[in-house]
């Protein structure tokens, strides 16, 4: 985990969703029901990359933040999943790429970086985390490097399957003229608490240091 609790809190507070799971249809104009838009829901986790551990920029020397020190930047792009949500078990899988940039190219060069997968429950309950790393491979005279990573989370069904209470009421179809028409079920604090418990991310970045973090939200 980071280091440094409020930094943590931040980064789970701004997620910024670049890609998200395949497996959910977008909402679709629902003409018949008179109540708007209409959303199928799915269980498999979204998957994001969060503000601000996207990229990283490595320093030489690490003490210093001056654009004269830069030395290796990252960015983390393509984000593709793909969603097994039959038995008791969900299984996401997350595949993505690793764009970096040298600022001095002499010499063969090898790079690891560290990045984390995060399954968050509800938006700010982590429930599991793995750090892996991504090696980049800088050729001898080459400014540039492309690696591949991957991430995979297992959810259990049961947790993200809503109640059928709560579906009912999310579902049950209102006309114009009924008292609750035009109040939204997620206005109910019971309601929303129950499809935050039953909602899931994975989250993917870059394995920050605290220095790193703050310098990427502050720069």
Not at 36 to 51: F, Y
Not at 103 to 130: C, E, W
């Amino acid at each position: 985990m980071m280091a440094n609790g409020r930094l943590r809190k931040m980064v789970l507070a701004a997620v910024t969703v670049l890609a998200v799971s395949g497996c959910a249809k977008e909402g679709a104009l629902d003409v018949s029901s008179g109540v708007g838009v209409s959303v199928t829901r799915s269980g498999c986790p979204a998957v994001a990359v969060p503000n601000h551990t996207g990229d990283i920029t490595i320093f030489n020397p690490a003490t210093s933040t001056d654009a004269s020190a830069i030395d290796v930047v990252a960015n983390i792009t393509n984000v593709r999943s793909t969603c097994n949500s039959e038995g008791p078990r969900i299984y996401t899988e997350a595949t993505f790429d690793v764009y970096a940039s040298r600022t001095r190219p002499n010499g063969a060069r090898t790079v690891t970086i560290p990045y984390y997968s995060t399954v968050v429950q509800g938006g700010t309950a982590v429930v599991a985390k793995r750090v892996s790393n991504v090696t980049l491979q800088f050729a001898d005279g080459a400014y540039r490097a492309t690696a591949s990573g991957k991430a995979g989370s297992y959810v259990d069904a049961s947790a993200a399957r809503l109640p059928e209470d709560v579906i009912d009421r999310l579902t049950r179809k209102r006309k114009p003229g009924d008292p609750d028409a035009a109040l939204d079920p997620l206005a109910d604090p019971t309601i929303k608490a129950a499809v935050a418990r039953a909602s899931f991310e994975l989250l993917i970045g870059f394995q920050l240091t605290p220095a790193q973090l703050q310098y990427n939200a502050t720069r």
